[in-house]
């Protein structure tokens, strides 16, 4: 269960080999500015996903949320109540700088810029990147 690995705190031997499974599955840093695509396994929605077994079990990662908590290992605690959102709409990508954790109200309001092909700003989060 993705949910319980994200209140623990992994083991270094864990962290490195999820940190390296990423690695492996993305399309490499790109150029400035540009998505890092997840170029593994897709799920029905189109959103990245990896497989793993963890502590003796198998658990299902969406791509971008693993990406955004191996990043910032140690400074927060991820919560089911809070997304992982990509500020650029795409959902392949898990480029840290195009993720934004915030609560789903937010992530729901991105649609609209998307709707509009313009970001009118979400109060205390990032803009979108169009």
Known sequence: MASA????VPSFHTVQRLK?????????AGAAGACRLW????DRYG???????VAGKRIHFLAHRL???????????????MN????????????VEHLSYEPQS??????????????????GYPKCIM
Request: charge should be positive; aromatic fraction near 10%.
């Open 106 to 123: 937010v992530n729901y309001s991105r649609k609209k810029c998307l709707a509009t092909r313009g970001c009118t700003g979400h109060h």
């Open 5 to 8: 690995f994200y209140a623990s």
């Open 20 to 28: 390296n499974l990423v690695e492996q599955k993305s399309g490499g």
């Open 84 to 95: 992982v959102s990509h500020i650029c709409r795409n959902k392949t990508c898990i480029k």
């Open 67 to 81: 990406a955004f908590f191996l990043h910032f290992l140690g400074t927060m605690i991820m919560t089911d109540t």
């Open 39 to 42: 170029v593994g396994e897709h």
């Open 47 to 53: 959103y990245g996903v990896l497989r793993a077994t």
